[in-house]
Structures are given as C-alpha cells and as structure tokens.
C-alpha cells in the first residue's frame, strides 16, 4: 500500500492520480475478459454507461502533504484528497490548519463542476508571506448537493478564496468554505443515485383508493457508493423528504429520529436487518412501526450486497419495536399504483385503438366503442388496471372516455367528456394521462384559454388545475403523470419557441365534495436539453426523454427526476422519434415512435420493429 501511495505523490499528482486509476482499470478489465473471453457467437450491440458499478473495482488513495509544497499546490493536493475512498477525510484534514480541520464540514454541501476545479493565485488578493496567502478556486459549476443529498441543477460561474498560513514553515488552509467541490467524473465515480421513500400526501383522494394513506413515493439522494452504504441511506432516510417533494410526502419516523450512537447497519447472512434507533425513533409502535419498516427495507434494498428479507425495528437496550419481512410489507411495495402492465396501447391505421398483446400474437383493435373507429382517433391513455381508455380524436378537438371491456361491444362512443375550442389543431388537446387513483389528466392548449386539466374518476367534470410557475406565454404541450399522483412531467412550450422538460409536484387539499389541486414548483429535469419532443416515466424516479442539446442531434436517454444523469446504460440512437413509451415497472421495454414505426427495445439489444402502420404508443398511465 505505501508503495502504490509513494507512486501517487503528487509532481504533477492529478495526472498521476488519473493515471493510476486506469492502470487498476484496465488490469481489472483485462483479467475478466481474459478468464472468459469467447472465440465465436453473434456480434452484439453493447450498450454503455459513462457511470456504471464497474467503477467500484477502483479505488482512489489520499496524499498526504509533502514539505516545502507552495500555497497552490496544498490546496490542489487538499481538493484531490477529498476525491479518496475515506469515510471522514482524515488525509484532506492534514492539509488545513489544527482549528480549521475541527471545524470544517465535508458534508455540508457538493458543488458540482463540469470540470475539474482550476487552482490559482487569488488575484489581488495575494499579500505578504507573513499575513498568509490566497488561492482562488474556480470553474463552471452544473449543480449543487445538499446537506440532505439532495441533487440539484445549477449553472453558473463558482469562484471560492482559499486562505493559507504557514503553520511551522510550511502552508496550511486556515479559511475555505465548508462542503466539497468536485469535477463530473469524480462525482459521478464517489457518488450513486438511490431512492429513499415516504408516504404520499394524497389529502382527500386518498380515500378513492385502498390503502391510499400508504403509497411510497420515491425520493431520490446521492450517496457515496462504497462508504457504509446501507448505514448511509437509512440516515438519509431518517433525514427526511428532501426540500422539494417535502410538502407533498411524509415520513412515519417520529420527528428527530436517528440512528443509535456508533450504529453501523449490515445486513446477515439471512437477510435480515437490524436497526437500533434513538429514544425518539422508540416512542412509534404498532400501525406506524410497521410504516416505518416498510420505509428502510425499500430504502435499502438497491444498496445492500444482499437481498433483504426482514427489518426489525430495536431501541435503546435492544428494545423490540417491531419487525416486518418483505411479504408482510408487500402491500406497501413502491409502485403499487402503477398497475400490471399487460399491454401496452397505440392508434392503428385506422386511426382506432389497438393493443400489442401476448408474445407473438399480432396487434388488434381494443373491446368496446374505442376499438370500432366510430371517431378517428390520434393518441390514447390507459388506466392503470386497464379497464378504460382515454382516446382524444385525430384533429385534437375531442377528448372520449369508454370502457375497454368486452361486455361494452354494443355501447356507442357517446360525445367527447372535453371539447376543446381553438382553432388550429396543434393548440388543441394533448394526448392523456391516468394517474393512479383512477383520475384522468389533460391540458388544452387553446392561446385563448390554456389550461390543465383533471377528471375524476375519468368521468366528472374537467377541473382546472392551477399551475402558478407558468408565465403568460408559455404553455404546456405534453405531459405524464406518476402513478403515485403527487409528481407529473411537464413539456413546457417557452415563450422563446423552445420546449423544456419541467416536473411539478402535485399538491392536493380541499375537501372530498370541494377538491383543491395545484401543480407547483417547477423545475428541469433535463437542463442540458434545449429542446425536448417527448418524455414518459420509466421507474420510480426515472424518465425516458426525447431531445437535443444545442447545436446537436436529437438523442434518447435517461433522466433522474432531480434533473441528474441517469445510471442506466445508453439507449442506442434511433432517427426522428416523435413519441417514447416506458412503464414505471422497468422490466418492460422502451417504445418509440420513429419515422419507419413502432419499435421496441429489448433488454440488452438494438431496436426492433413492432408495426410499420401504428403511431403514438403508450403503457397504461
């Protein structure tokens, strides 16, 4: 170890230190092909990602200061320690002053660079040997963590002073801002997206369905990958909601729950995890413990090396609170609402309803009044347990709501639930949505009168849905609302002509007779976009996006809801998609409407062509 740590002391250390990593790299690469590599099959497609598990076999070492290093090079040595695999950051403390490393927090905040952070002399700042000297620390900043990690876009210019003073003849950081400061690819090589969960503020439409008080929402945070990841996330957990989707979640820890004192949580060889909480997490039982368990195994799951199959909630002296096993809490399961998913729906080239059914059997119009072509059809939604259609028509004016059971053949269509009254078909109606409380969403984008809209149940009176972030002039031409019903993905029309993604939470109050809805808090999703032409959820806090950034190619990928980068490997490209189609169950595969068709993209392959004749796919939702 002191000789691979010799071998990374620093003339020239980032260099040095990069180069490092993709000596272990390649090896590691090298030995697993080598163990396995094939003489012949079919070429495959391989898909990629720019931030994989795979980098988990590489691992980073601090420097620890050398003698007679000026100003410049102690505070690069200092921001290149705080990229290493420590817990707490012992080596980078080695180069701040005895009182600035008891007080410095790491944890603060992340401030994100598109690069890595450039180091130089403060300019004008700079003064004598003997009142210290400062160094500017500058780049393009992309986003920002918070203490609740909690990611965030946010572009613009970072530019912080590192102060220095000579501490027994050699320099030390004596003043610097509390948190970290890392280029993109060492955050996304320290750092994973994961999901913590809490409970929907569903207000009184909870009432509409079963269980409605206990539907998980994801919330997704950045966590270091190889420090104590499940003590890690079952504290972020006890955090709370980040700052965003707090007011439409909640979470049944009792406020100033933490973890036990020196608590560090595995799961054991049986899958079983064992929580110890403060006196205040020990004060809930019965009802809300069992929530509370819920909450932690589905939290963990995605970061424990093995499958968790039982969480038992102690308190102080070990005191039973509760325990669940995963059958036990299956009706708490993250998205309960979105429904099976047996098929997946578009509009034939008779303009009517029809479904992509069973494996290898051929498309066929739906049951019911949607799938006899009494109204030419152009987008369709389905609800969540696939008993209805929402279909609006070929010219955008009408919205039709009917059944898609068998038993309705003889039942005629009937007129439109919603009509809109612009003239020009592209300012009339978006194609539908189903959250997953049986209500039905649409926006009108009539100039004269734009609107969002809800209908209960798919059948009442469409409400208007305030959405106060809009400003006059722009406008929403499509949208997807989650099954969980407290998040909807927005594609905002700017009054520049450009069309953004933007993800809105659901705030939903009033009375059952008397409901309020707002759609509030806007904000990107993805913001390295210029233009987006389609979005559909594909996971708990995951879309699929259709765009392109500026001055390039439209391209497909995925999107965390936090507006991060997903880690999910790279979509292959495809040309002119005007429509995508996910399920938030990810077992299902991605559809697109392109110019040759409806393709499909299985798991770990290239495109392949469903019907050559059918536009607008979708899952139910």
Same mark, same amino acid.
């Given at each position: ?7 990374? +002391? ?79 950051? $012992? ?66 210019? #970072? ?38 969960? #809490? ?22 945070? #950045?966590?270091?990958?190889?420090? /104590?990841? *499940? ?26 729950? =933490? ?31 069992? +929530?509370?368990?819920?909450? *932690? ?28 096993? =995963? ?41 019911? $009044? ?26 955008? +004016? ?5 059944? &898609? ?18 003239? +020009?078909?592209? /300012?009339?109606?978006?194609?539908? %949505? ?73 705030? =939903? ?12 808090? &806007? ?12 979005? %559909? ?45 996910? %399920? ?38």
């Amino acid at each position: 170890m002191r000789a691979a740590e010799g071998r990374m +002391r620093r003339n020239g250390g980032a260099l040095r230190r990069q180069r490092a990593l993709v000596v272990l790299a390649a090896c590691g690469m090298l030995l697993a092909g080598c163990a396995s590599m094939p003489d012949g099959g079919k070429v495959k497609h391989v898909t990629s990602s720019h931030r994989t598990d795979g980098d988990s076999q590489v691992r980073v070492y601090s420097v620890s200061p050398q003698k007679g290093e000026a100003p410049t090079q102690i505070v690069r040595g200092f921001l290149e320690a705080t990229t290493s695999d420590e817990a707490t950051f $012992p080596t980078a403390r080695e180069y701040l002053t005895r009182s600035l490393a008891r007080r410095w927090d790491p944890f603060a905040s992340t401030t994100v660079l598109s690069d890595g952070p450039s180091v130089r002399k403060a300019p004008r700042r700079s003064t004598a040997v003997e009142d210290g000297y400062s160094v500017e620390v500058s780049g393009s900043r992309m986003a920002e963590v918070d203490s609740k990690h909690a990611y965030s876009p946010s572009k613009g210019d #970072y530019s912080e002073v590192f102060h220095l003073t000579k501490v027994d003849g050699e320099w030390r950081i004596d003043e610097m801002p509390d948190g970290l400061v890392l280029g993109e690819s060492d955050f996304q090589r320290i750092y994973r997206p994961i999901n913590t969960y #809490y409970y929907a503020r569903l207000g009184p439409d909870a009432e509409s369905i079963t269980d409605g008080q206990n539907v998980l929402v994801a919330d997704p945070v #950045y966590l270091r990958r190889r420090i /104590d990841p *499940v003590t890690k996330t079952v504290s972020a957990l006890l955090q709370g909601p980040s700052g965003w989707i707090d007011p439409v979640v909640t979470s049944s820890f009792p406020r100033g729950t =933490r973890l036990a004192p020196k608590e560090h949580l595995s799961v054991d060889d049986s899958g079983v995890l064992r929580v110890r909480l403060n006196s205040r997490g020990a004060t809930a039982e019965g009802k809300r413990c069992v +929530r509370m368990a819920a909450q *932690v195994l589905y939290s963990v799951q995605d970061q424990a090396s093995a499958k968790v199959s039982k969480v038992e909630l102690v308190g102080p002296k070990d005191r039973a609170m509760c325990a669940q096993t =995963r059958e036990q809490v299956a009706a708490y399961q993250p998205g309960r609402l979105n429904g099976s998913a047996k098929n997946a729906y578009f509009i034939d080239e008779n303009h009517r309803v029809a479904a992509f059914r069973g494996k290898g059997e051929p498309p066929r119009p739906v049951e019911g $009044p949607l799938g006899r072509g009494q109204v030419e059809m152009g987008s369709v939604a389905v609800n969540r347990i696939e008993s209805e259609g929402a279909a609006v028509s070929r010219g955008r +004016r009408g919205l039709y709501v009917a059944s &898609l059971e068998g038993s309705s053949a003889a039942t005629a269509l009937g007129d439109p639930v919603l009509t809109s009254k612009a003239k +020009r078909e592209n /300012d009339r109606l978006t194609a539908p %949505s189903w959250d997953g409380l049986g209500d039905l969403w649409v926006a009108d984008r009539d100039p004269d009168n734009p609107r969002l809209l809800r209908l209960r149940g798919g059948k009442e009176r469409p409400d208007e849905v305030r959405v106060p972030d809009l400003d006059k002039g722009e406008r929403i031409e499509s949208l997807r609302i989650s099954s969980d019903g407290v998040r909807i993905a927005l594609l905002v029309r700017e009054r520049d002509g450009h069309t953004s993604l933007q993800l809105g939470r659901v705030v =939903r109050r009033g009375t059952t007779k008397e409901p309020q809805v707002t759609v509030e808090q &806007l904000r990107p999703v993805a913001p390295q976009l210029v233009d987006v032409s389609a979005a %559909s959820w594909a996971g708990g806090s995951r879309l699929v996006v259709v765009g392109r950034e500026s001055g390039s190619v439209q391209q497909l990928q995925y999107m965390e809801t936090d507006g991060s980068v997903s880690d999910q490997p790279t979509l292959p490209g495809i040309t002119d998609v005007t429509g995508v189609a996910a %399920s938030e169950d990810e077992s299902k595969p991605l559809l697109a409407d392109s110019e040759d068709g409806i393709v499909r993209l299985p798991p770990d392959a290239n495109w392949r062509m469903l019907t050559e004749t059918g536009s607008a796919p979708a899952y139910p939702g």
